[in-house]
């Protein structure tokens, strides 16, 4: 149940967080995680096609291009958020260590809120499944295999990590005998 809750509260803070103005910025693109000591926040779908623009050889076309395939999102997703906020849901990433916290009670409470609003997760779900595939509409064949490399990469890395940085078992799980 809990990882449950976890999964929904995922889906709405990936769906609220904010994508980053990359071709406004003149700076390089953004490090690798090994280059910064590990510590890596990234931004989910179109975000992250973005920050990896300079791995990834974006062209300023493709920039735009995805910039408004953002935009388009965030619209799409602007009222569907107010709803769950208005509903009592946690929307943004920094938000969800607050679920962690929760007493059993109030997490029932959360998932019964969660279960409530399916329609409009589903919607949020749906909304950027499209325009992850209309971003990848964007990229070229050699663009879309590195980022897939990139996504196994990371994957990886979150496997040894954990979901959450951590190493080792979840807290509280037993190890198998």
Known sequence: MKSSVYGLVLVAALAAAPVPAVAQQQTPATPRTEERGGM????????????????????????????????????????????????????????????????????????????ANRPTLQRLRENMHGA???????????????????????????GKQGPHGRTGPKPGSRPDA
Not at 73 to 88: C, F, I, S, V
């Open 40 to 115: 890596h926040k990234h931004e989910p779908g179109v975000g992250a096609l973005l920050q990896l623009r300079g791995e990834l050889q974006l062209t300023d076309a493709q920039v735009a291009r995805l910039q408004a395939i953002t935009q388009r999102l965030e619209a799409q997703n602007q009222p569907l958020l107010q709803r769950l906020r208005d509903a009592g849901i946690p929307v943004h990433p920094e938000r969800r260590a607050r679920v962690r916290e929760m007493t059993p009670a109030q997490r029932e409470d959360l998932k019964q809120k969660l279960e």
């Open 132 to 158: 992850m595939r209309d971003a990848r509409e964007v990229l070229t064949p050699e663009q879309q295999q590195r980022m897939r490399d990139l996504t196994r990469e990371h994957r990886a890395r979150q």
